[in-house]
């Protein structure tokens, strides 16, 4: 066949079985992935730079007999270097940017037999939750291009949603895989600390807050690449504890009955309730627990929310400053307003002010939150809340107000990091940055593996995620659960009308 038609049927295991039964080639499935993106992504701005030839090439040689291979691919712009293509974290100063290694997590996804046709849209940095940069303009939901497609993996979100491939990377240090899952419709996991690598170039990741996975429509293929990608690297800090089967077989393995917690309450920041329909589709994900017979009651773990948000953005603040002035090292410049957008910039200079006691004291804060929550994980196996206290939201409705960025901009302006922080102005600040992931950054500090399962859509047809999060260590209960919930109300079917 000259062409795939099916091709947006599969998930990338169902394309991979295709190809290993003779009935498509990989050539085959890049050029339905390639028509896919050029029919779409003018709409939604979720790819930023394609390698259609690379992948052309690469679909006609010896691929590795891994178990997605032939499947097409996009990598997000962030921390995943692809040799020889631009790595430009979406700041100005990366544009022109390339390495000329892979990194090892790509290096993995490639044995795995994956093909790469480009790389997916990110806020700079990935700081924010939303995918609206400066240098690529916002990437929209392919549910309603006027609302947010998340971040900060929003490109990959958007562009596995709109079906462009069946698979696309992410990476989260404070929801960016769960956020693009939850607002897109999709299936995100956020596996265990440790779990995959950070090398060669980086040793861990926002104190090891970030780690890097994928985007699926199923829970399978999530599972696979886990496999295929599981184990630290050399020079690693510290490594999951084994799996003890791969996580692919708990794909429909008997969950068991489970303890499972829930709450509403937030875990970090401002504690306010979420918006009626998160709290509608959580208690439809609580009511179809039950039906499962799962033992589900109310629970949640108790930390000092407004010291957790503060210690976190202390680190945020501090990893800005460092991710600018290394950048700037790189292509052989200084440090330059004109370079990074206002809220990097003043987030940069913030992290600038603080001084290293203040950055090891909120390492030491998390430190604590992250010895208040284990013990809870001890009495439940999964705990389940909303993603995301909100529907997609507009773009635009996350970013600062017209007189919020002429604060800002004055602070900038000033670099008035110091005098920010003297006047005991980041508390409030730390509050409000938490208030959209106030269910998601705990997580991450910990380092347990949490996913945003799509079990919930709005009269608007509206995606809403419900997150799920295990201990640590056992993504082999969650991947259970989801095929158990995958099986049971079905997301796959749905499709956004592009």
């Known amino acids: 066949m000259s062409t795939f038609a099916e091709y947006q049927q599969y998930d990338a295991l169902g394309l991979a079985?295709?190809?290993?039964?003779?009935?498509?080639?990989?050539?085959?499935?890049?050029?339905?992935?390639?028509?896919?993106?050029?029919?779409?992504?003018?709409?939604i701005n979720a790819v930023t730079y394609t390698m259609f030839n690379q992948a052309r090439q690469a679909a006609q040689r010896d691929l590795p007999d891994g178990p997605l291979r032939g499947v097409p691919f996009l990598v997000k712009d962030l921390l995943a270097l692809v040799a020889g293509a631009p790595t430009t974290a979406s700041t100005r100063l990366l544009k022109?940017?390339?390495?000329?290694i892979d990194s090892e997590m790509v290096r993995r996804w490639k044995q795995a037999g994956l093909i790469i046709l480009g790389k997916t849209n990110t806020p700079e940095f990935g700081i924010t939750p939303y995918t609206e940069p400066t240098l690529f303009g916002p990437t929209r939901n392919p549910y309603d291009l006027a609302r947010t497609a998340g971040g900060s993996s929003g490109g990959s979100g958007a562009a596995v949603a709109a079906r462009m491939t069946p698979i696309a990377s992410g990476g989260d240090g404070g929801g960016s895989i769960r956020i693009p899952s939850a607002v897109n419709g999709v299936f995100g996991l956020k596996p265990t600390r440790g779990r995959t690598p950070t090398g060669p170039v980086n040793y861990e990741l926002w104190e090891g807050f970030a780690i890097e996975h994928v985007l699926t429509?199923?829970?399978?293929?999530?599972?696979?690449?886990?496999?295929?990608?599981?184990?630290?690297?050399p020079g690693a800090p510290y490594a999951a504890p084994p799996s003890e089967r791969p996580f692919l077989q708990e794909v429909g393995r008997d969950p068991g009955k489970l303890r499972i917690a829930y709450t509403t309450r937030s875990l970090i920041g401002v504690d306010e309730p979420p918006d009626p329909e998160c709290t509608r589709g959580l208690q439809g994900a609580l009511q179809l627990l039950r039906d499962l017979g799962h033992e589900v009651e109310e629970a949640a773990p108790v930390v000092d929310n407004e010291a957790l948000a503060m210690a976190f953005l202390t680190i945020i603040c501090g990893q800005?400053?460092?991710?600018m002035r290394e950048t700037a090292a790189l292509v052989g410049k200084k440090v330059s307003r004109g370079d990074f957008e206002l809220l990097t910039w003043v987030l940069g200079h913030l992290g600038k002010a603080f001084s290293a006691a203040d950055y090891a004291g909120a390492r030491r804060q998390l430190g604590y939150a992250a010895r208040q929550i284990g013990p809870f994980f001890q009495q439940y196996d999964v705990l389940v809340t909303p993603t995301l206290p909100l529907p997609p939201v507009m773009i635009g409705a996350l970013q600062p107000t017209e007189s919020e960025r002429r604060l800002l901009s004055a602070i900038g302006?000033?670099?008035?990091?110091?005098?920010?922080a003297s006047l005991n102005l980041v508390r409030p600040l730390a509050l409000a940055t938490f208030s959209y992931i106030r269910y998601l950054a705990p997580f991450n500090v910990t380092g347990q593996p949490a996913m945003s399962v799509p079990l919930h859509w709005t009269d608007a047809g509206l995606p809403v995620g419900i997150q799920f999060v295990g201990r640590f260590g056992d993504e082999a209960t969650l991947f259970r659960l989801a095929a158990q919930l995958e099986q049971a109300r079905p997301w796959a079917g749905r499709m956004p009308a592009l």
């Open 17 to 43: 079985e295709l190809v290993r039964q003779g009935q498509v080639t990989p050539l085959e499935l890049v050029e339905a992935a390639i028509a896919r993106i050029e029919a779409v992504n003018p709409q």
């Open 96 to 100: 022109e940017w390339s390495p000329a």
């Open 217 to 233: 429509r199923s829970v399978r293929d999530s599972a696979a690449l886990l496999d295929a990608t599981a184990g630290a690297d």
């Open 320 to 323: 800005a400053w460092n991710d």
């Open 413 to 420: 302006t000033l670099r008035a990091g110091k005098i920010l």
